[in-house]
């Protein structure tokens, strides 16, 4: 009871010095937890393209406190590198979600989008858009499609079909979008989608050329 008051000032003291203490190391503290969350979710690893807080890149490293990605950009379409390496810290993956682009493992499915206007040949550059991809995915089809049967297995997924498919979307009036679904190896998505869109924009060029000879020919008959 003589020392009550004394001893309640010292607890005091401590409270203090433990919540400055906290305060102090709050982000330590947060990446710690971060780097808990991913490796209890596993939400990625070495190697891994992820997309968080608008970073997009390929997982080089990481520790206890952060995350190394090489960048790849500019913008969520492109899968080039910049050059640049990426440092982010773990707390982020407290407040911000995890985009894995390859959780697929050796292969992914990729979505090309080709804008084109109402008054394009959209039927003819769908059919022209199919062709090409089942070409250019032909040598992989199968085993990517045996690798989505494996992990529909092992996670439970109902796999979807790895076979190349064009759907239309409407974004705005006189607009019409081609969405291109193909399989990709994960890391070969940009070698893939240039090669389907270069060849695809030559013979849709000249597609639309010899349409357009036509109608002339037909208009002066």
């Given at each position: 009871f003589i020392w009550f008051h004394e001893l309640s000032t010292f607890a005091v003291s401590l409270v203090a010095l433990a919540v400055a203490l906290v305060l102090a190391t709050k982000e330590l503290i947060l990446c710690l937890s971060g780097t808990a969350l991913r490796a209890g979710t596993n939400a990625y690893t070495l190697g891994d393209r992820i997309e968080i807080a608008g970073t997009r890149?390929?997982?080089?490293?990481?520790?206890?406190?952060?995350?190394?990605?090489?960048?790849?950009?500019?913008?969520?379409?492109?899968s080039q590198y910049t050059g640049r390496a990426v440092i982010f810290p773990n707390s982020l993956l407290l407040s911000?979600?995890?985009?894995?682009?390859?959780?697929m493992k050796e292969f992914t499915v990729h979505i090309m989008n080709i804008p084109l206007t109402i008054r394009?040949?959209?039927?003819?550059?769908?059919?022209?858009?199919?062709?090409?991809?089942?070409?250019e995915c032909a040598p992989f089809v199968d085993e990517a499609q045996h690798h989505i049967k494996q992990l529909e297995g092992k996670a439970w997924l109902d796999a979807p079909s790895v076979q190349p498919r064009v759907s239309i979307q409407l974004p705005e009036p006189g607009r019409i979008n081609l969405l291109l679904r193909v399989p990709s190896p994960s890391h070969r998505t940009s070698r893939i989608e240039?090669?389907?869109?270069?060849?695809?924009?030559?013979?849709?060029?000249?597609?639309?050329?010899?349409?357009?000879?036509?109608?002339?020919?037909?208009?002066?008959?």
């Open positions: 890149g390929n997982v080089v490293d990481q520790n206890l406190l952060a995350t190394t990605v090489l960048e790849i950009g500019p913008g969520h379409t492109s911000h979600p995890v985009v894995n682009e390859t959780y394009d040949d959209w039927h003819g550059a769908e059919r022209l858009l199919l062709d090409i991809a089942k070409e240039q090669a389907i869109l270069r060849r695809f924009l030559q013979a849709f060029q000249g597609f639309d050329r010899t349409q357009v000879l036509e109608v002339v020919k037909t208009d002066r008959r």
